[in-house]
């Protein structure tokens, strides 16, 4: 429960092409982020929601094969 590793775990699975661990680790790093570090905060819900759309983009272009 890391914040720092949570997010560096989470980047690395974002550029591994594993959207979803990335979702979970973003999400589990969430709440362990301090309520001052609104900068955080917004990166993280921003990596999600960039993460979310990918994998629904993944999904469909796997569909198609």
């Keep these: 429960n ?3 590793a949570l997010l560096l775990a989470g ?3 974002f550029k591994n092409v594993n959207y979803k ?3 979970g680790i973003w ?3 969430q709440p362990l982020i ?3 570090d609104t900068a955080l905060a917004s990166d993280v819900a921003g990596n999600i929601a960039e993460a979310e ?3 629904k983009n ?3 272009l796997l569909e198609d094969v």
């Design 58 to 60: 993944k999904c469909l």
């Design 11 to 13: 980047t690395i699975a």
């Design 27 to 29: 999400e589990h790093l």
């Design 34 to 36: 301090s309520k001052q």
């Design 53 to 55: 759309s990918l994998s």
């Design 2 to 4: 890391h914040p720092k």
């Design 21 to 23: 661990k990335a979702i």
